[in-house]
């Protein structure tokens, strides 16, 4: 009797420190999945409206997300980052000074945008404020003189690679994945769950016997 005490006293202990390692597991488990289809959803949602912009950027509130596709502002933002800029209207144009960071279109038939530093700003009579602008990569000004009805916005933050994940979402052969990959982790935390249930009536059983 002592002997066989002995032996369910240890399958006991093993029992239950598996099944604690299993709850540690699982618990780490959800908790990834959770932090992964937090942070595709929401870059998929950045990619997605996106998606739908001519241009692949994303506007909200006043304030527009840019995907950085050179490295002419290096080391202040590089290719694959984003840039969040806020839009800026006449009186805010007045406002801009030497140094701030803006995102401009060159010519009015332009589809190019162009984030670049301010170097020197000349008011000219007729003309209004004239704007030079310069990449802190670039050995020299940028040869276009901008004037300030083509300022689009001015830079407020710069997000590292997170131009990566939005163009990568705006592909179509990405956004299938993102689903796919969102239907397994469901259908992995059913079968999870499933085992749950499993695990308990095999334990209720087992008792009972």
Known sequence: MQT???ITSDV??????QVALVSVIRTVNFVAIGILAALLT???ALGIVSRSSDEGNVSLFGRELLIVRSGSMA???DAGDAVLIKH?????????????IITVRPSPTSNLLVTHRIVRIVDAPGAGRMFTTKGDANPTVDSTVVTGDRVIGVVQ??????????YAMQQTRTLL????????GRLA???????????????TIGDTQ
């Open 189 to 203: 935390i059913a079968l999870v769950r499933f085992a749950e249930g499993q695990e308990t009536t095999n334990n």
């Open 88 to 100: 800026v209207d006449e009186h805010r144009v007045t406002t801009l000074r030497d140094g701030d």
């Open 4 to 6: 066989t005490g002995g």
């Open 75 to 77: 080391p202040e933002f």
């Open 42 to 44: 929401g870059t998929a």
């Open 12 to 17: 006991t202990t093993r029992r239950g420190a």
């Open 177 to 184: 994945v993102f689903g796919a990959a969102l239907v397994l």
């Open 157 to 166: 933050h710069a997000i590292p690679r997170l131009g990566y994940a939005m």
